[in-house]
């Protein structure tokens, strides 16, 4: 709660600046004593992050020129002037539903009234001042996203990168205990384990992605020295042992008896290698692979090459040892290099020495 309550306190604190910058400019250049629609242009388009924030300038600014663009002709050349006016309005409003400038579309029937209204009572100079206006608001509103502290939205993506992580060692440990109890994986993890699975492989998605995107144009030091490219390598890694996880559990409730090899010879060893999983899960952080890995990969092949009696159970087992030897590869690979810093060098002509001064 705190911090949406940060977050959105920044963003209010931005289009509060914002609109009172526009506000004092357009009265002291314009002279403009009320100039409501800069300001209303500048509360509009300010957003959480700078990328929304231009999206936002660049949906409201077509509307708005659209809406010109329509209405001026149907003002100057359409006659009676009811009939240019239903013009007008049909036209901006299909416009508006038309979807590709979002919530901003209502702008343009909003714009082409005015504009009509304008042109029809011969108030040219009022109509570029309240264009001006909305230019001014749409700058300063621009100018405040990207210089007054712009949001990094770091700790929200590793704090749910975090859960991914811990709730995904959960589930695999707990599927280690329903092997060794010869249980279902809904009777020891609840029925609605993989719906809990799907939603924090989504938060963690959803937050990666806003990461991301509060560090594009942004000019604080913070958002340069961030390296994203191994927070969503570890999103693709979880996310494929997610997946490997839940494909395991949910041939584990068709097949309860999958790992219940006779004399523990399977179900002892695959629990096991569950418990390591988790732990190696756990410790994906987007550095090293796990020290345990390796060993790991090799008791699964020692374990798959003996063979599972009998034939009935030995189809499934099978199958479990693939899902789990493909989770296994996902966390053994490596985490990309950070791009290397070149330094310029001089060069000097191979039968030219260098001149010394």
Aim: with cysteine; proline share 7%.
């Amino acid at each position: 709660m705190r911090r949406v309550v940060r977050t959105d306190g920044a963003e209010a604190a931005r289009a509060t600046v914002a609109a009172g910058l526009t506000w004092q400019t357009c009265t002291a250049l314009l002279h403009t004593p009320d100039p409501y629609a800069g300001a209303v242009a500048a509360l509009l388009i300010v957003e959480t992050t700078v990328v929304r924030t231009g999206s936002a300038a660049l949906r409201y600014g077509a509307g708005c020129l659209l809406g010109v663009v329509i209405a001026v002709p149907g003002a100057l050349y359409a006659r009676p002037g009811m009939a240019g006016l239903a013009l007008v309005v049909f036209a901006s409003v299909l416009l508006a539903r038309r979807g590709f400038l979002g919530h901003h579309g209502i702008h343009v029937p909003t714009t082409a009234l005015i504009t009509f209204a304008l042109v029809r009572g011969h108030h040219s100079g009022e109509l570029l001042s309240h264009l001006t206006e909305i230019v001014l608001g749409i700058a300063f509103g621009l100018a405040c996203s990207a210089l007054l502290l712009p949001a990094v939205r770091v700790r929200s993506a590793e704090r749910a990168l975090e859960e991914l992580r811990a709730l995904v060692a959960r589930y695999l440990d707990g599927l280690a205990d329903t092997v060794v109890a010869r249980q279902r994986p809904r009777d020891v993890l609840g029925p609605a384990w993989e719906r809990d699975l799907d939603t924090a492989l989504e938060r963690a998605r959803t937050a990666v992605d806003e990461a991301h995107e509060s560090m594009r144009w942004n000019v604080r030091p913070v958002a340069r020295r961030r390296r994203w490219h191994l927070d969503h390598r570890v999103l693709r890694t979880l996310s494929d042992v997610a997946r490997e996880l839940a494909a395991q559990g949910r041939l584990l409730d068709a097949h309860p008896g999958a790992a219940a090899a006779p004399e523990a010879r399977f179900a002892q060893p695959y629990a096991r290698l569950l418990r390591t999983t988790a732990l190696c899960a756990y410790s994906c952080r987007g550095g090293r692979p796990h020290p345990a890995l390796p060993a790991t990969r090799q008791a699964l092949h020692r374990l798959g090459s003996t063979g599972c009696d009998p034939p009935a159970t030995g189809a499934e087992a099978g199958r479990l040892l693939r899902h789990l030897e493909s989770a296994l590869s996902c966390l053994s690979a490596p985490a990309p290099a950070p791009p290397a810093r070149t330094t310029r060098h001089q060069t000097h002509h191979p039968l030219r020495p260098p001149t010394r001064r």
